[in-house]
């Protein structure tokens, strides 16, 4: 299933931003889903899953601030980013993930840079 994120942008500290994902086949509503970012000189994190069924888990440092969710009759997930830092800015993936393992290509990825 290849997956394709946008939605990123330029925003001010504090500000937020919706990320979509969107999936290319109706398999969708069975897979799990994982947002990755990547920060310039750092490797890849996970940042936030979301399973078949709709339970979610976040890495610490987005916990209380970021929101993953789902809407499989459109193919879709998304990431709802509040309260945004300047440490959050990188380039956001989403991928299909078994066991919190990302399977399958990574695709473009969109660029979110919060900066004053």
């Known amino acids: 299933v290849q997956l394709q994120a946008s939605g990123g942008g330029l925003v001010q500290p504090g500000g937020s931003l919706r990320l979509s994902c969107a999936a290319s086949r109706s398999i969708f509503s069975i897979i799990a889903v994982g947002w990755y970012r990547q920060a310039p000189g750092k490797q890849r994190e996970l940042v936030a899953t979301i399973t078949s069924d709709g339970s979610t888990n976040y890495v610490d440092s987005v916990k209380g601030r970021f929101t993953i969710s789902r809407d499989n009759a459109k193919n879709t997930v998304y990431l709802q980013m509040n309260s945004l830092k300047p440490e959050d800015t990188a380039v956001y993936y989403c991928?299909?993930?078994?066991?919190?393992?990302?399977?399958?290509?990574w695709g473009q990825g969109t660029q979110v840079t919060v900066s004053s």
């Open positions: 991928i299909p993930v078994i066991l919190r393992t990302p399977v399958g290509s």
